[in-house]
């Protein structure tokens, strides 16, 4: 996941429910197509179709907006202050999305973001800059400052998550260095969410990247990471994209293996929309670093 664009990023920061039986066929056959992963990602991936399709939260299907619920609710609980805090947040895997930030924000110094694409870096500092044609990420701020007690301070939450991070990096979460020659000081925290499974191969190389990632942490640090369970693919628009299925046993020896206390993990059987995406439910994990890991 390297690409060649990284230093000049260094320096920019219906419902589905009661579909009819036509409505069901059909999205059985969008996920008989081509299956895309890996370096696909720097061509087929359309930020705004993912974007619009699983975080349109007001306008959104149901489905997709409790899981972008269950995401918020959770980030909410992790990150209140007085709990998890410290100067240097390492969000890996970013996609084009800024919503797991909107409660770390509160508690960390300096966020850096990293993704696998140039695509999806374009889009969130699209964003950061308030360019014309960035998402429209206010719905769910909404609800964040809603959950901290006031609703109407959405637009100063926005501005902290600019002022907040700092760096836009490419990264590879499957080479020991993920973020490459990127000089990066230890981490208080690596979050993670719902990107593992969409980079990983198999189980070792999703073991191997855990071990990556907690690499990027100082001792003590913590490891936050969202996993969509037993999903073998999703949908953006009309490409279809590999997803690693994974169990919550896997996902919880992995971390172990990697010298990590789990210290919650957080099942929700909820599921996306099948015509977007088929798991069977989410699991939400924070975890500990080891003295000797």
């Not at 990602?41 to 269950?70: C, H, M, R, W």
Request: charged share 25%.
């Amino acid at each position: 996941m390297k690409l060649p664009i990284g230093r000049a990023w260094e320096e920019r920061v219906d419902k589905m429910g009661n579909r009819s039986r036509g409505e069901a066929e059909r999205s059985t056959a969008r996920m008989e197509g081509e299956l895309y992963k890996g370096e696909d990602y720097k061509t087929e991936f359309q930020p705004q179709n993912y974007l619009k399709t699983y975080y349109a939260f007001d306008s959104g299907t149901i489905a997709e907006n409790e899981v972008l619920k269950f995401n918020l609710n959770n980030l909410f609980e992790t990150f209140s202050p007085g709990g998890m805090g410290g100067d240097i947040l390492i969000d890996i895997g970013s996609g084009p999305t800024i919503y797991q930030l909107l409660s770390a924000c509160e508690v960390f110094r300096e966020i850096i973001m990293s993704d696998y694409t140039e695509l999806n870096l374009r889009e969130v500092d699209k964003w950061l800059k308030k360019e014309l044609g960035a998402y429209d990420w206010s719905p769910a701020v909404q609800y964040v400052c809603e959950l901290e007690g006031d609703r109407s301070k959405w637009q100063e939450k926005e501005a902290r998550v600019r002022r907040t991070v700092k760096r836009l990096l490419t990264c590879d979460v499957n080479q020991p260095r993920p973020l490459g020659s990127a000089q990066v000081p230890a981490a208080d925290c690596v979050l993670s969410l719902l990107a593992l499974e969409c980079a990983c191969r198999d189980v070792d190389a999703y073991r191997a990247a855990i071990q990556n990632l907690v690499g990027l942490l100082k001792p003590g640090g913590h490891l936050v990471t969202l996993v969509a369970l037993r999903c073998c693919e999703y949908m953006v628009g009309s490409r279809k994209f590999f997803v690693l299925s994974l169990e919550q046993e896997t996902v919880e020896k992995a971390l172990q293996e990697a010298g990590c206390q789990v210290l919650k993990c957080q099942y929700s059987p909820i599921k996306y929309s099948e015509a977007f995406c088929l798991n069977e439910g989410f699991c939400f994990v924070v975890a500990r670093k080891g003295p000797g890991a």
